[in-house]
């Protein structure tokens, strides 16, 4: 049996993919939603994840972080190289060994966060507009569930002994395009694929979304 580990991104929490779970399913495949501790830092997150795939037994695994959640889903898949049979990155920051969030993103993106930080450990919540989300329904939907991210996730480098990249690898990226997130894929070896929808496009276009993956877990 498939089973995809769905990482949700900054500001977001397992509910990220209440619309994609249930498409999942009914294609016959399991789902494990790890949640990442809104004050933890890159490497929890990424022993939250190792810990979920630890409870997989005979599986064929298919590792999927979204935004954020790249960079900890290929810090884990490294830890559990021999669990995890393909990794999936949607619209998700990637790099090597070293890698971090203030690392890969721009300038601009950096310094407006650690305003929007000022001088705490949290970064709040972005509009759910930030994420590509503008339908009237789904903004009261997302809005009321985003929460702070520690500021220390996204400071933190992974550590990544680089067996990762013998696990084979896709990058979804969405577009129109906000970040770099096709050369993040295709700078770790990864496939590349556009998928015409905004970056929350598991809430937004989930149908789509659960094609493709279920396609990639047969590659």
Do not use: N
């Not at 209440?18 to 022993?47: I, K, N, Y």
């Not at 972080?65 to 998700?92: F, I, K, M, Q, W």
């Not at 971090?100 to 509009?127: C, N, W």
């Not at 930030?130 to 500021?151: C, F, H, I, K, N």
Request: aromatic share 6%; glycine share 10%.
């Amino acid at each position: 049996m498939t089973t995809f580990v769905l990482v949700h991104g900054a500001w977001h929490g397992p509910w990220a993919w209440d619309r994609l779970v249930p498409l999942l399913h009914a294609a016959g495949a399991r789902t494990l939603t790890p949640e990442l501790g809104a004050s933890d830092g890159l490497h929890d997150h990424a022993e939250a994840v190792v810990a979920a795939l630890d409870t997989l037994r005979d599986d064929d695994v298919v590792l999927v972080g979204h935004s954020y959640a790249g960079l900890v889903v290929r810090e884990a898949a490294d830890t559990r190289p021999d669990t995890v049979g393909r990794v999936v990155l949607v619209d998700g920051w990637a790099g090597p060994d070293g890698s971090s969030m203030f690392g890969l993103a721009p300038e601009t993106t950096v310094q407006a966060l650690l305003g929007a930080a000022g001088g705490g450990s949290a970064i709040p919540a972005p509009p759910p507009a930030a994420y590509g989300v503008t339908d009237p329904e789904d903004v009261a939907w997302l809005a009321p569930r985003l929460v702070p991210q520690s500021l220390r996730s996204f400071t933190e480098a992974t550590r990544l002994s680089g067996a990762v990249d013998r696990i084979p690898g896709t990058a979804v990226w969405c577009r129109p395009k906000t970040y770099a997130f096709e050369e993040f894929g295709e700078a770790v070896g990864y496939r590349t694929i556009p998928l015409d929808a905004p970056h929350d496009v598991m809430l937004t276009h989930p149908e789509p979304l659960a094609r493709l993956l279920l396609q990639e877990a047969e590659a």
